[in-house]
């Protein structure tokens, strides 16, 4: 059974840290690209960053490019978000997933997490 859960998500004021973690099993890890997004409130999914479980190679999007790091842990099948600097308008449930490509599409991913809420308050 292919599962994913994700893990470190809470409330925080602006400006500090959280390191989110996604546990994955059930799939062969290393041919996949594990990816993070991200839903606010009434806004669609979006993708915040990704990461190639054979290449490490990552990808971010605008809005959390220095701010946030992906890493990776083939080893245990994990795959980390350490967010700094967080501000209020990145309050939103956190998913992480896996799909065959580097994308931060979100409908290019096949298996989902229930998701890690984050609340920045400022």
């Known amino acids: 059974e292919v599962q994913l859960v994700e893990s470190g998500g809470g409330l925080v004021q602006a400006g500090g840290s959280l390191r989110l973690s996604c546990a994955a099993s059930?799939?062969?890890?290393?041919?996949?690209?594990i990816g993070w997004f991200r839903r606010a409130p009434g806004k669609e999914r979006e993708g915040v960053s990704c990461?190639?479980?054979?290449?490490?190679?990552?990808y971010y999007a605008d809005s959390v490019k220095g701010r946030f790091t992906i890493s990776g842990d083939n080893a245990k099948k994990m795959v980390y978000l350490q967010m700094n600097s967080l501000k209020p308008e990145d309050t939103a449930v956190y998913y992480c997933?896996?799909?065959?490509?580097?994308?931060?599409?979100?409908?290019?991913?096949?298996?989902w997490g229930q998701g890690t809420q984050v609340a920045v308050s400022s």
């Open positions: 997933a896996a799909g065959p490509a580097a994308t931060l599409n979100p409908a290019e991913y096949w298996y």
């Open positions: 059930g799939f062969a890890f290393d041919g996949y690209v």
């Open positions: 990461i190639g479980a054979s290449d490490g190679t990552t």
